[in-house]
């Protein structure tokens, strides 16, 4: 989904290198703004619909009856993160992604780059912004004691 870390991704390694999906965030707050019903994705999609009614029915849960019940309960209902909304743009991506796959050359070559420009995401420099620019404060200096 393009927001948060999937932003900068991109920017970093590329729109030919990311795979994105689901609702832009203008999208979304139309979406809101409509009153999303998840039911209308359930009812008009056979395929989501097919997987939804196999995990309400304990198909997956036979030895445990109803355990997923308030899972689907929630998703039918309130659907707080969409995912019946971006459901059908994340197997067409999926699909997307099985494809180049099969393109050992194109799949290692974008594999490769991801890695090369993913140095900014390193855990050091994210808790060094937060610290900066969240926070407040600064690295300990063990060095000096301050």
């Known amino acids: 989904t393009m927001d948060g870390a999937n932003i900068e991704i991109r ?7 990311i795979f994105i999906f689901g609702l832009l965030a203008d999208e ?8 999303y019903d998840p039911m209308e994705y359930y009812r ?7 997987i939804v009614d196999m995990i309400e029915g304990d ?21 707080y993160y969409w ?3 971006d459901y059908r743009d994340y197997v067409e991506t999926q699909d997307r992604v099985a494809e180049l796959y099969l393109d ?13 420009r993913s140095g900014k995401f390193s855990s050091d420099r994210s808790v ?19």
Not at 44 to 50: F, G, K, M
Not at 61 to 66: I, K, L, N
Request: aromatic letters at 12%; charged letters at 40%; a negative charge.
């Open 11 to 17: 920017e970093e390694v590329g729109d030919e290198n």
């Open 28 to 35: 979304a707050r139309t979406l809101k703004a409509d009153g």
């Open 44 to 50: 008009r999609d056979d395929e989501l619909r097919r």
């Open 59 to 79: 198909y997956f849960s036979r030895d445990e009856p109803g355990i997923f019940q308030p899972v689907v309960d929630s998703l039918k209902k309130i659907d």
């Open 83 to 85: 995912l019946f909304a």
């Open 104 to 116: 050992q050359e194109a799949w290692i070559k974008k594999a490769i780059l991801n890695v090369a």
């Open 128 to 146: 060094r912004d937060y610290a900066e620019k969240i926070w407040n404060i600064k690295p300990f200096d063990f060095a000096s004691n301050k």
